[in-house]
């Protein structure tokens, strides 16, 4: 089983960007594809990127509202799991939490398929 902590959400004027890093421990991080999601008030969580496992073919995915603007890499060495967010929006403003998941990669979009999660960093985004 695998353990996760975000880190690296703040304060941000709108255009600026933030780099949010996911950190896992326990073993077989390799095993996981690791997703973003994101959750605003009075929202449901949504989801913004998530990395499939090398095994699965190691590549990115990203919701239409953030593609273009959002980077997602994966150090598997590290145990990491970073999300470059660039040009950020006011609509950006959520909790961002990164979630872990074995499911195909046909799901790895859905929420209700990870069964991991970080406690979540907020990011703000003011006008």
């Known amino acids: 089983q695998v353990q996760l902590a975000e880190s690296g959400g703040g304060l941000v004027q709108v255009g600026d960007s933030l780099r949010l890093s996911c950190v896992a421990s326990?073993?077989?991080?390799?095993?996981?594809?690791i997703g973003w999601f994101r959750q605003a008030p009075g929202k449901e969580r949504e989801f913004v990127a998530a990395s499939s496992r090398p095994g699965s073919g190691g590549s990115a995915y990203y919701s239409q509202s953030v593609q273009g603007r959002f980077t997602i890499s994966r150090d598997n060495a590290k145990k990491m799991v970073h999300l470059q967010m660039n040009s950020l929006k006011p609509d950006d403003t959520a909790v961002y939490f990164c979630?872990?998941?074995?499911?195909?990669?046909?799901?790895?979009?859905?929420?209700?398929?990870?069964?991991?999660w970080g406690q979540g960093t907020q990011v703000t985004v003011s006008s």
């Open positions: 326990g073993v077989n991080f390799r095993n996981y594809h």
């Open positions: 979630a872990s998941s074995t499911v195909a990669l046909s799901g790895i979009r859905q929420s209700n398929m990870y069964y991991t």
